[in-house]
């Protein structure tokens, strides 16, 4: 089964929309962490935003919130006001403590955004 | 702020040949990763490592090895390199830090790696 699942291979948003991309996860463990990286056409990874799985409320930083529901096991990533920046591929990755225990992060498939004029 | 470095930034090699991917990194980070990303997918981990001397392998791990002398470096090779080694090549680094610190990894801007 897969660890992180993101549904939306791609979306189309019309600029200064809010947007939402899906993310949700499978783990045992009560102690994980959840991240989105955005990688745009140019190819590098920019962390965007963390949530833990003992945080009571939900991450926020600028236009990006996480609406984390935790009994669901989903982290979907707000995007407020979209520009045209924000067209790239949108990652959601788990840290958990299994597995070895050096904070490898696990990695969905990815869901490439983009914007519209 | 050179944070993480990796070299080369594109490379095609011949089936069979050998090569090795650099990465550096200046924060002081005690962990470092390779990750090799396929195209339309996200990242897998090759190897790890939480320390210099110290490695082990991640998920997908066959066909690269790694060492880790410094605290600085994290080199990958590819010792017979194989058409299924096509991939971009990512490194990363982090603190050593609990399950629920919002420290994240820090990545590179990657390796174009194609083998022919």
């Known amino acids: 089964a897969q660890k992180i699942t993101q549904t939306q291979p791609g979306m189309f948003v019309q600029e200064k929309e809010a947007v939402t991309l899906d993310c949700t996860y499978d783990?045992?463990?009560?102690?994980?962490?959840l991240f989105w990286y955005k990688q745009p056409s140019s190819g590098e990874m920019i962390f965007l935003i963390y949530?833990?799985?003992?945080?009571?409320q939900n991450a926020t930083e600028g236009r990006y919130s996480l609406n984390f529901q935790k009994a669901r096991k989903s982290a979907n990533l707000v995007i407020s006001a979209s520009q045209l920046g924000d067209s790239a591929m949108y990652f959601c990755a788990m840290r958990e403590a299994g597995g070895g225990g050096a904070d490898g992060l696990t990695f969905g498939k990815g869901t490439h955004l983009i914007i519209q004029p | 702020n050179a944070g993480v470095t990796q070299t080369p930034k594109f490379r095609i090699l011949k089936i069979g040949q050998s090569m090795t991917l650099q990465c550096t990194q200046d924060m002081n980070h005690n962990y470092m990763y390779w990750y090799r990303q396929d195209p339309g997918m996200g990242l897998k981990l090759i190897y790890y490592s939480v320390g210099a001397g110290i490695t082990d392998k991640g998920e997908v791990p066959n066909g690269y090895n790694v060492s880790r002398s410094t605290t600085e470096d994290f080199p990958l090779r590819l010792e017979l390199a194989a058409p299924s080694q096509t991939s971009v090549y990512f490194c990363?680094?982090?603190?050593?830090?609990?399950?629920?610190?919002?420290?994240?990894?820090?990545f590179g801007d990657g390796t174009r790696l194609s083998i022919l």
């Open positions: 990363a680094s982090s603190y050593s830090l609990n399950r629920n610190s919002n420290q994240p990894q820090h």
């Open positions: 949530q833990g799985s003992y945080d009571q």
């Open positions: 783990t045992s463990d009560p102690s994980y962490g």
